[in-house]
């Protein structure tokens, strides 16, 4: 319902943007006979556990410019997002005219960002902790409040496999950041206080 409004809204705001695909999964994007398009307006919240940065990758190798969406304005995604290749990046709270803005200005090559998320990516830019996917984060949060790999993996449709990687690159970036949490006790200690895990938790 949503992707058929937004779809109208666009076609009726911008005639200079031919809307050739409007569809809800990844795949039936790939598979479209339009694509590869110009643009590619991407929702960051489909729960297909599929790595946004290699979506964006997938998009640039095809030659496809791609502005994300999301419900999330966290500035660690927002970078992770635009460090991928995205060119835009967008809230959903924001105004419909935004979206045609983020549209021409990836078209032409150029990145946009709202100022709301500007200000979030600017304020954020010093916390010292390191950046982590919406994913990594899920794994941390389970894995620090004291499930085993199996029981991770199994709550977020994931193999036991793809688990011990996100748990790798987790300690992995945290050491870089100059953090050790290569312990599970350190890695609780951590995600407690980063805000990833509550402490009731």
């Known amino acids: 319902m949503l992707l058929g409004a ?18 809800t999964t990844w795949p039936e994007l790939l598979t479209h006979p339009e694509f590869p398009v110009d643009v590619v307006l991407l929702d960051l919240d489909l729960k297909d556990n599929i790595p946004v940065s290699l979506k964006i990758s ?23 997002a635009l460090a991928a290749g995205a060119l835009g990046y967008l809230v959903k709270s924001e105004e419909a005219t935004m979206i045609v803005e983020a549209i021409r200005s990836a078209y032409d090559g150029e990145s946009f960002i709202s100022a709301e998320l500007d200000e979030a990516l600017n304020n954020g830019a010093n916390g010292g902790s390191p950046r982590l996917s919406a994913q990594e984060r899920r794994v941390m949060a389970l894995y620090g409040a004291g499930e085993p790999v199996k029981a991770v993996a199994h709550q977020l449709g994931i193999s036991e496999e793809t688990a011990k990687s996100y748990l790798k690159r987790i300690r992995e970036k945290y050491r870089l950041a100059g953090f050790d949490v290569g312990t599970k006790v350190a890695l609780r200690k951590r995600a407690i206080h980063d805000g990833i895990l509550l402490q009731g938790d």
């Open 58 to 80: 997938t998009l640039k190798t095809a030659g496809v410019k791609t502005v994300l969406m999301s419900t999330y304005s966290e500035a660690g995604l927002v970078r992770e």
């Open 6 to 23: 937004l779809t109208e809204w666009i076609r009726g705001a911008a005639d200079d943007i031919n809307m050739v695909a409007a569809v």
